[in-house]
């Protein structure tokens, strides 16, 4: 998992949360308020928020409501989460049950960290190269 992942409180704008995914490269960002954990919202989140298909406006507009939309109407209220002692392979069965490309891993109520298909496929990495080589004939 990576620990302590930057998250977004529910009442910034989209536009910034546009802004940290793509400085930070990431799809999603945990909404986090007082502390707890109370949402999540991804990138397709944010493609749906800015391209609904009946609204005509000007393109001077998508700059308004990039600032002025709050993350919380279209962020995912309560997403699914695992505990920070939970199983690898539950996990991975979840996240690929419901196609989810990372879950916001806690303790109790406490986000410490989140799982994405990037930091399995590093942990994959790792265990292959481990492994030995067979030699080819």
Known sequence: MTPDPVTITPNHSIGAALTRMRRGGFRRLPVVENGE???IITDRDLRLAMNSPFVMREG???SYLMEHIEVRSCMT???VTVEVDSDLLDAVRLMRK???GGVPVVAGDKLVGILTETDLLDYLE???EMQPQTEQS
């Open 126 to 128: 790792q265990v292959l």
């Open 77 to 79: 209220p309560d997403p």
């Open 37 to 39: 954990l109370v949402g």
């Open 60 to 62: 001077w507009y998508d």
């Open 98 to 100: 419901h196609k989810y």
